[in-house]
């Protein structure tokens, strides 16, 4: 792949080739959790030497969604389970309110203008997120944007590299959690709430609508049938 710049194209490097690859792959579930990732089999399949390959896996471990295990290699990361899945909403509703209620207290036009573009994309999305591989990444990215946003527009570096640092376990949660739906339509409106609040200038509001949002898309996934 090439990324033109004022001097010319410019080669992305092989290691950060392979990183878009395999983790493509795992969005796509051709690598499903628990599987074995052989360095020297990867790299006869892809046809790249096994360097970009340790380099591209490494920092897949560091985000969880790969672990490396003594004298075996690595290996896609195990499915989280029940009561793993509730930790990791505990902790986002601990810190996803709070930034929200710092961002609302600092939001400016431009920020509102970008986080209603990823409302749009998301519920651009929401219609072909659980029946094509390309529509969940749409949908995933789409998500994962407007959380960022938010957190980089709380002011609170702390906070947020708290929830930047939940990030592995969320996107292992999104590819390796085999729950049916992702209830993209229903997270799309209720950031679209969330956003409402804060053009509003609501802060507290949008904070509310935070915690529920995290709230409902638990129980959307833990309860299936009550939402």
């Known amino acids: 792949m090439m990324v033109s710049t004022k001097s010319g194209p410019v080669r992305e490097p092989l290691a950060d080739r392979m990183y878009k690859v395999l983790l493509d792959q795992f969005i796509a579930g051709e690598r499903v959790a628990g599987s074995p990732l052989n360095i020297g089999a990867l790299s006869r399949e892809l046809d790249v030497s096994q360097t970009p390959l ?3 896996l490494a920092r897949l471990e560091h985000t969880g969604l790969v672990r490396r295990e003594a004298l075996k290699g690595y290996r896609v990361a195990d499915a989280l389970s029940d009561r793993e899945i509730g930790k990791l909403f505990e902790a986002r509703a601990v810190l996803e309110p709070a930034l929200t209620l710092e ?11 970008t986080l209603g573009a990823a409302v749009d994309e998301l519920d651009g999305s929401a219609s072909s997120a ?4 390309e529509g969940f990444q749409h949908y995933w990215r789409a998500d994962d944007a407007f959380h960022r946003l938010i957190a980089a527009q709380s002011g609170n570096p702390f906070l947020e590299q708290a929830l930047l640092a939940l ?14 739906r992702t209830g993209a339509a229903h997270a799309a409106g209720e950031h679209r709430l969330i956003h409402q609040a804060l053009e509003r200038r609501d ?4 904070a509310e609508l935070m915690r529920r949002h995290l709230a409902e898309a638990r129980a959307r996934i833990l309860e299936p049938g009550t939402h």
């Open 203 to 206: 802060a507290e509001g949008a």
């Open 54 to 56: 340790r380099e591209a």
């Open 130 to 133: 659980d029946i094509r591989t």
């Open 103 to 113: 961002a609302g207290l600092r939001a400016t036009p431009e920020f509102l203008e």
């Open 167 to 180: 990030g592995g376990h969320v996107q292992r949660f999104r590819m390796f959690s085999k729950r049916g």
